[in-house]
């Protein structure tokens, strides 16, 4: 048990340091730090997905930003599933951390939006159908074929680097 809980400290021990390197704008040793951090296969959920956050946040590249995002929303609803909201394992302190980590989640969702290159921006009609921004004017795609134009334009190597 002593153990579980040293290696719990050393993660969060780590995710503390990659925090303040962020916070001291040293993006390089930062991005090196986590991808080491998301190298660990015993990371629990909430430190994979906060330091995934950080990474969102250090890439200047949108596609690698966007990509990382989508891999973090996939592993939150993993971590929701595995603690669904009044579950016997979700006590009052692991739903405010998962509740926490969904705010993080839905700001980078919307810096992503605000960033995006214009093929990839959406707009809203007032019926609530999106049309994507950013082709010849006039001209309108599907949502559905443009986001699967839009996914398979995401780099490949990110993968690995998520852990997957």
């Avoid at 707009?123 to 559905?144: M, R």
Wanted: proline share 4%; with cysteine.
């Amino acid at each position: 048990m002593d153990e579980d809980h040293d290696g719990l400290d050393d993660f969060s021990r780590r995710f503390n340091e990659i925090d303040a390197l962020m916070e001291d704008d040293t993006i390089e040793e930062a991005l090196v730090a986590a991808r080491s951090l998301l190298e660990e296969p015993e990371l629990p959920y909430y430190v994979r997905l906060r330091t995934m956050a950080h990474l969102c946040c250090a890439f200047e590249d949108w596609y690698e930003a966007e990509y990382t995002r989508l891999q973090a929303e996939r592993l939150w609803d993993t971590f929701r599933r595995l603690y669904p909201v009044g579950g016997p394992r979700t006590s009052p302190n692991v739903e405010n951390e998962i509740q926490k980590v969904r705010g993080i989640l839905d700001l980078l969702r919307v810096r992503q939006a605000e960033d995006a290159p214009a093929v990839h921006r959406i707009s809203f009609l007032e019926d609530g159908e999106a049309v994507f921004e950013g082709f010849v004017e006039g001209e309108s795609q599907s949502t559905e074929s443009l986001w699967r134009e839009r996914i398979s334009r995401l780099p490949r190597k990110m993968t690995r680097m998520c852990g997957n």
